[in-house]
C-alpha cells in the first residue's frame, strides 16, 4: 500500500486530533499531517496553496462541529474553491455524530466520500487509504 | 164616491189574468174563483182547469213531508180575514206543489191574504196574493250552510291558526334551545380547538427540545466519550510509562469535560422541567447593576461603558435567578467578544411592546456572521470565535431560561460593528 503525501485533518477537539494523529503516525500511509482547529484555518490553507500540488492534500478528514466555520460551512466554500484545486482531494466526514440528520445532510455532498463515525481506528484508518481512487 | 169617467176602457178579465203578480181570488168557502196566468203556471196547473174547485182539493199538503202545516195555517190565516175583515201577511210558509207526474216539488212562499169587501161590508171574496219565494230561502238556506260552513271553517282556521302559533311558538323555542346547543357545541370546539391548539405548540417546543437533545448527546456528549475510550485503549496499549502519564492526564481532562457538558445539560434540563418557576417583581436596574458589579474585572479591564436606558419599562415579574442569568450572560457575552481596536460600548435598553418587555444589549464588538451562524447560535458548546473562554454555553442557557417562560430570544450582528440581543418577556 502506497502512503499518501498529505493528509489534513479539520478538527477543533485537540485531544481527539492528538490521538488520532497518532494512530494515523503508527500506519505509516501518510507523510505529513496538518491539523486546523476550524474549517475557516483550513479552507484558508486550500485556498493558499491551491496550486501547490505537493503541498495539498490527497485526503481531508472533517469534523462537523467546529467553532468560526463548521464542517458544512467548510463544505460551501471548498465546492467553490476545488475548480481551482491542483490535486484530487479525497474528503471524509469523521464526526462522534450519529443523528441520521447528519448522516442525510452530508448525503447530498457527492464531495464527501464516506461519513466516519468517530473514534477513529487504526483498521479504519487502513480500509480508508486501501479504498482511495487511484 | 163618485164614477170617473174613463178614457181608455178596461177588460179587467185579461188584466187579472195578466197581472205580473200571483193572485187567487177566492170564494168565502175557499172555492177558486180566479188565478192569474202567473200563479197556474208558478203552481204548475192551468187556469180552466182549476177555476170553481176548492183551494186544498187542488194544493193539498205534501203527505210525504210529515211536518207539512201549509194548509193549516192557510185556513187559520184565511179564516182570520173573514172574522177581522182585514188583511193578513203569513210569514213564509212551505207549501209544497204536486207536480203533473204526482210528485212533489219543495216551494216556500209568502202569502198575505186580503179581503174584498162589499157595499154591505161582508167579505165578498179574499184575494190571496203570494210571492215564490222558494230560490231566497233554498238561497238562504244555503247560505247559511254556507255560513255554518264558513264559521267551521273559521273555527278550523282559528284551530289551525292556534295551532299554528303554538306550533311556531314550539319551534322558536325548539331554536332557542337548538341556538344554545349550537353555541354550546361551538365553545366546545372552540375549547377543544384551543386545547389541541395549546398541546400542538406545546408539542412542537417538546419536539424542538428534543431534537436539540437528541443532538446534544450526538455531539456534546458522545465526543468526550468518544475520546476517553481511546484514551483507555491507548492506555492500555503503550508500554512508555511517560507516555501512559501524559496520556492518563488527559484522561483526566476528558473526564472533567464530559463532567463539565453534563452538568450543563442538567442544568438546562431543570430549567425546562420547572416551568412553575415563582416569578416575582424585579427591577431591571437593581439586576443590571448585580449583573455589573460580578463583571467588574473584565469591565475596568477593558475600560466598557454602559449606557442604560430602562425607563420605558423599569419593572418586570420575572424569576429572578433567571433575570439574574440572562442578564449576565449577555452582559458577559458583550465584554467577552469585544473588538481589539475599541473599549466595549454596551447599551441596555427595556421597551414595552403590547403585553411584552423586549430586552436588548446592544455591543459594539465583534459581530457575528449570523448568515452562517444563525441556526447555531443558542445551540449548546457552538461557538463562533477563537476565543479561549468561548464554550458556547451562556447563549443556551439563556435561552432556556427565555424559552421556558414563553419569550423569544433572537440577535441582530453586523461583523465587526456588533451585536444586538433582544429579549421578549411575555405576558406582562
Not at chain 2, 157595499?119 to 230561502?137: G, L, M, P
Not at chain 2, 302559533?165 to 323555542?173: A, D, G, P, T, Y
Not at chain 2, 492506555?235 to 496520556?247: A, R, V, W, Y
Request: hydrophobic content about 40%; proline content about 4%; glycine content about 2%.
Amino acid at each position: 500500500m502506497t502512503p499518501i503525501n498529505n493528509l489534513l485533518l479539520v478538527d477543533d477537539d485537540e485531544l481527539f486530533t492528538f490521538m488520532t494523529k497518532k494512530i494515523i503516525e503508527k500506519t505509516n500511509l501518510a507523510n505529513q499531517i496538518r491539523i486546523f482547529e476550524n474549517g475557516k484555518l483550513a479552507i484558508d490553507f486550500l485556498d493558499a496553496t491551491s496550486e501547490k500540488k505537493e503541498l495539498l492534500p490527497e485526503v481531508i478528514l472533517l469534523d462537523l462541529s467546529m467553532p468560526v466555520l463548521d464542517g458544512w460551512g467548510f463544505l460551501e466554500e471548498y465546492i467553490l474553491l476545488k475548480p481551482r484545486l491542483a490535486k484530487k482531494i479525497t474528503l471524509y466526514i469523521v464526526s462522534s455524530s450519529v443523528s441520521p440528520k447528519d448522516h442525510q445532510r452530508a448525503k447530498q455532498y457527492s464531495d464527501i466520500s464516506d461519513f466516519i463515525i468517530k473514534p477513529m481506528t487504526t483498521e479504519t484508518f487502513i480500509d480508508l487509504i486501501k479504498n482511495l481512487p487511484v | 164616491m163618485k164614477d170617473i169617467k174613463n178614457t181608455y176602457p178596461i177588460n179587467y178579465i185579461d188584466l187579472f189574468k195578466n197581472l205580473p203578480g200571483l193572485y187567487i181570488i177566492l170564494s168565502r168557502d175557499f172555492v177558486i174563483a180566479d188565478i192569474s196566468e202567473s200563479l197556474a203556471e208558478s203552481s204548475m196547473t192551468r187556469r180552466e182547469d182549476i177555476i170553481g174547485k176548492n183551494l186544498f182539493v187542488v194544493f193539498p199538503d205534501n203527505p210525504n213531508n210529515k211536518k207539512a202545516d201549509g194548509e193549516i195555517n192557510l185556513r187559520q190565516s184565511l179564516a182570520f180575514v173573514l172574522q177581522n175583515k182585514i188583511a193578513h201577511s203569513m210569514p213564509v210558509q212551505r207549501y209544497d206543489i204536486q207536480k203533473p207526474d204526482g210528485e212533489f216539488e219543495i216551494r216556500y212562499w209568502s202569502p198575505v191574504n186580503k179581503p174584498l169587501l162589499d157595499s154591505k161590508n161582508e167579505v165578498a171574496f179574499i184575494i190571496h196574493r203570494v210571492e215564490d219565494v222558494t230560490d231566497y230561502v233554498r238561497l238562504k238556506k244555503e247560505n247559511s250552510k254556507n255560513e255554518l260552513f264558513s264559521s267551521e271553517l273559521e273555527s278550523k282556521v282559528k284551530k289551525m291558526e292556534i295551532e299554528i302559533i303554538k306550533r311556531s311558538k314550539e319551534i322558536q323555542h325548539m331554536n332557542i334551545l337548538l341556538e344554545e346547543k349550537v353555541k354550546e357545541r361551538t365553545r366546545h370546539l372552540e375549547d377543544a380547538n384551543a386545547t389541541i391548539q395549546k398541546n400542538f405548540s406545546l408539542l412542537s417546543v417538546q419536539k424542538k427540545q428534543l431534537e436539540d437533545f437528541s443532538n446534544i448527546i450526538s455531539h456534546n456528549l458522545r465526543a468526550p466519550l468518544v475520546n476517553i475510550s481511546m484514551l483507555t485503549e491507548m492506555i492500555t496499549q503503550t508500554s512508555n510509562e511517560e507516555e501512559k502519564q501524559f496520556l492518563t492526564t488527559k484522561l483526566h481532562t476528558a473526564a472533567d469535560n464530559l463532567n463539565q457538558i453534563f452538568e450543563e445539560l442538567v442544568e438546562s434540563i431543570q430549567i425546562s422541567e420547572d416551568p412553575d418557576i415563582p416569578c416575582e417583581r424585579l427591577s431591571f436596574q437593581n439586576y443590571i447593576d448585580t449583573a455589573i458589579n460580578g463583571l467588574q474585572g473584565e469591565i475596568n479591564k477593558s475600560n466598557a461603558q454602559f449606557e442604560i436606558n430602562i425607563t420605558e419599562s423599569p419593572s418586570i415579574n420575572y424569576p429572578p435567578i433567571y433575570l439574574n442569568s440572562i442578564l449576565h450572560n449577555l452582559i458577559s457575552n458583550s465584554l467577552k467578544y469585544q473588538h481589539p481596536k475599541r473599549s466595549p460600548f454596551i447599551k441596555i435598553t427595556t421597551q414595552k411592546k403590547g403585553k411584552s418587555i423586549v430586552l436588548s444589549v446592544k455591543d459594539n464588538g465583534l459581530g457575528i456572521d449570523l448568515e452562517k451562524h444563525k441556526d447555531n447560535l443558542f445551540k449548546i458548546r457552538k461557538v463562533f470565535h477563537n476565543h479561549v473562554n468561548a464554550k458556547g454555553f451562556g447563549l443556551f442557557i439563556t435561552k432556556s431560561q427565555v424559552v421556558a417562560m414563553q419569550g423569544r430570544i433572537w440577535a441582530e450582528s453586523i461583523p465587526e460593528e456588533g451585536s444586538t440581543f433582544f429579549v421578549e418577556f411575555n405576558n406582562q
